[in-house]
C-alpha cells in the first residue's frame, strides 16, 4: 500500500477485555516496529520485526501483551485482560532496512474503561 | 542504549521568529539522525533526516546540522509560521534492535 495502515483507529474497551490491533506496513518492508504512546509523551518502543522474526520484545510492558507477523507482513498487537493503564495511542512503523527512516501509521488509540 | 535529551516545551513563538530546539544524544557509532514531526490529530511524519557528522538535513524550511563532536542535532528554522505548531521529536537510532528512540517531544506553539 502507500502508506502504513492501521485498524481499527479508535477502541473503546472495557477492563479485562482482549484486544487486537492491526498493523499493515508498507510492501517490502523488512522491519516493523511497534510504539506506545501515552498522552503529553514520546513514542515508546515496545517491539521490532524484521520479517516474520521478533529480534527484540524488550519494550512489552507485560506479559499480558503478545505480538506477531507471521507471514512478514501484517503485525497484529495483542493485549490480554486490559488494564487502565494501558489506555494509549498504539503505533506502528515499517522502515526497508535497519537504521533507515521509519513510516509510521495513523495509530489505534485504546481507551480501556 | 542510545538516548536522547530533547528541550521540553511547550515553545510558543510569535509568527516569523528564529526557532532552534536543541536535541544531544548518546548513541552506539555513527547512526543517522531523525527529526520527526507530529500535527495536531495526525501521525509521526519524518520531517528530516542526516545520515553522516557534519550532514545537514533540510526540509519545509527546517535545519539541522549532525554534529559528532557535540552529539548534537539541533533542529533550526529562520521564520516560523502558525502552520509549523506541532510536537516535535528527535529521534536517533537505539530503541530495540535498531529502531528509534524518542524524547517526550517539544510541543511548538506558533501565535499569529
Known amino acids: 500500500g502507500a502508506g502504513v495502515s492501521q485498524s481499527p483507529r479508535y477502541k473503546v474497551a472495557k477492563r479485562g477485555q482482549d484486544v487486537a490491533l492491526r498493523c499493515d506496513p508498507i510492501s517490502g518492508h523488512v522491519s516493523l516496529f511497534w510504539y506506545q504512546q501515552a498522552l503529553g509523551q514520546g513514542p515508546e518502543f515496545l517491539t521490532y520485526f524484521q520479517n516474520e522474526a521478533q529480534l527484540d520484545k524488550s519494550g512489552l510492558p507485560s506479559d499480558r501483551f503478545f505480538a506477531e507477523r507471521p507471514e512478514g507482513s501484517v503485525s497484529t498487537l495483542k493485549i490480554q485482560r486490559t488494564q487502565q493503564e494501558d489506555s494509549a495511542v498504539y503505533l506502528c512503523a515499517s522502515s526497508f532496512a535497519v537504521r533507515t527512516e521509519a513510516f509510521f501509521g495513523q495509530g489505534t488509540r485504546l481507551t480501556v474503561v | 542504549g542510545n538516548s536522547v535529551t530533547q528541550m521540553e516545551g511547550p515553545v510558543t513563538l510569535s509568527e516569523e521568529a528564529f526557532l532552534t530546539i536543541n536535541c544531544t544524544y548518546t548513541?552506539?557509532?555513527?547512526?543517522?539522525l531523525f527529526w520527526y514531526v507530529q500535527y495536531p490529530g495526525e501521525g509521526l511524519q519524518l520531517l528530516l533526516k542526516a545520515t553522516k557528522a557534519d550532514d545537514k538535513g533540510s526540509n519545509k524550511g527546517f535545519e539541522a546540522t549532525y554534529r559528532k563532536e557535540t552529539t548534537s542535532f539541533h533542529l533550526e528554522k529562520g521564520s516560523v509560521q502558525v502552520s509549523d505548531s506541532a510536537v516535535y521529536f528527535c529521534?536517533?537510532?537505539?530503541?530495540?534492535?535498531?529502531?528509534?528512540?524518542f524524547g517526550k517531544g517539544t510541543h511548538l506553539i506558533i501565535q499569529p
Open positions: 548513541a552506539t557509532g555513527y547512526p543517522s
Open positions: 529521534a536517533p537510532p537505539g530503541g530495540g534492535a535498531d529502531g528509534l528512540t
